[in-house]
């Protein structure tokens, strides 16, 4: 269901779209030149009517989101390429993994030394939760990512 869900979207490269039923996770990418839209990802697992009774959850949903990192009034923002979107980054407060706590921290030290951050890695906040619980309502914006990983522009 879940893959039949992620394939309903005209962004999704089809071919990418992996289920490993062991770890029960979808993997997919987005089509070359396209952006995965969060609200129609929403929406398109909304569409399986999947309820209570199948035992499904949404456990995280990670990204890689590639665009550019900017501060804007006190936020480290990632504004999505190709796009008027952008996700608020944070640390994960809840860690225990230190090198975890800090990669927010290197993230904004990189953009201080005048490096360019071209992508960020991390779980998207409010992606959780039992399926009826979770598509009553679309998650809030603006969309923030608990950063675990970011890469630079090469020189």
């Known amino acids: 269901m879940a893959r039949d869900a992620t394939t309903r979207l005209y962004d999704v490269d089809a071919d990418s779209?992996?289920?490993?039923?062991?770890?029960?996770?979808?993997?997919?990418?987005?089509?070359k030149g396209k952006l995965v839209d969060l609200d129609k990802l929403h929406e398109s697992i909304w569409a399986t009517?999947?309820?209570?009774?199948?035992?499904?959850?949404?456990?995280v949903l990670d990204v890689?989101?590639?665009g550019e990192v900017v501060v804007v009034e006190k936020q480290t923002r990632l504004k999505v390429a190709g796009s008027d979107q952008y996700f608020v980054?944070?640390?994960?407060?809840n860690s225990r993994d230190e090198s975890e706590q800090s990669t927010l921290a290197r993230l904004q030290k990189a953009l201080a030394a005048g490096e360019k951050v071209v992508s960020v890695t991390g779980r998207v906040e409010g992606w959780n939760g039992n399926f009826t619980q979770f598509l009553k309502k679309l998650p809030g914006k603006p969309r923030t990512i608990v950063v675990k990983d970011f890469q630079t522009a090469k020189p």
């Open 89 to 93: 980054l944070v640390n994960n407060p």
């Open 49 to 59: 009517r999947l309820g209570d009774g199948t035992g499904m959850e949404l456990k």
């Open 17 to 31: 779209i992996v289920l490993d039923k062991k770890t029960g996770t979808v993997t997919f990418k987005a089509k």
């Open 64 to 66: 890689t989101a590639e």
